[in-house]
């Protein structure tokens, strides 16, 4: 599905799988008429967030070398292995924002799909992302509009498959959704 790509470059003091850094690019994409963002290619300096990115949403995330630098207005990322650096210079006027988020990924299982909310204090930021001349993600290079966020907040709810329809309320009462499918080829 044509559209902007986004660029991410994350570094989370606290969370459920602890500190970490990552670095993603989501593109847009579509499940029947769900449209969303599929992250296509993610790096995560943690094997727990790794793994709980796979399991839980299909992310596919692989560990990197990643290092982060933060000074007076800019943040800078870099994936040393690939030879990536995503610097950030924001500015001082920041405003609060929550943004919903929908993530279409596939998982060994099939097709799946996660809902959720960011909120945080965002900067309207420009960034700078180089990239080796030889690496696939050479798009990517260059000056681009953004906007760094203090504070994120992420609120992700579980994913589940993309082909069971979401329940729609009727009369302000849900329906219940239907039974998923045994899946008789699932691998563990």
Do not use: K
């Amino acid at each position: 599905m044509p559209g902007p790509a986004v660029v991410v470059a994350e570094s989370y003091t606290r969370s459920p799988a602890g500190p970490y850094l990552a670095f993603a690019v989501a593109e847009p994409a579509r499940h029947g008429g769900r449209v969303g963002l599929c992250f296509t290619t993610v790096a995560v300096n943690s094997p727990e967030v790794r793994v709980a990115g796979r399991q839980g949403w299909g992310i596919p995330a692989e560990l990197g070398n990643l290092g982060w630098s933060s000074r007076a207005g800019e943040r800078e990322l870099v994936w040393l292995e690939r030879g990536i650096s995503i610097v950030g210079r924001s500015h001082r006027l920041a405003w609060p924002a929550i943004v919903p988020m929908r993530s279409l990924q596939h998982r060994d299982d099939g097709p799946v799909v996660a809902g959720g909310w960011l909120w945080g204090l965002v900067h309207r930021a420009h960034v700078e992302i180089s990239v080796d001349d030889e690496d696939p993600l050479i798009w990517l290079a260059g000056r681009h509009a953004g906007a760094s966020v203090s504070g994120l907040r992420v609120l992700m709810r579980p994913a589940r498959h993309a082909d069971v329809p979401l329940p729609v309320p009727i009369l302000g009462r849900p329906q219940a959704a239907p039974p998923v499918p045994a899946e008789s080829s699932a691998q563990t």
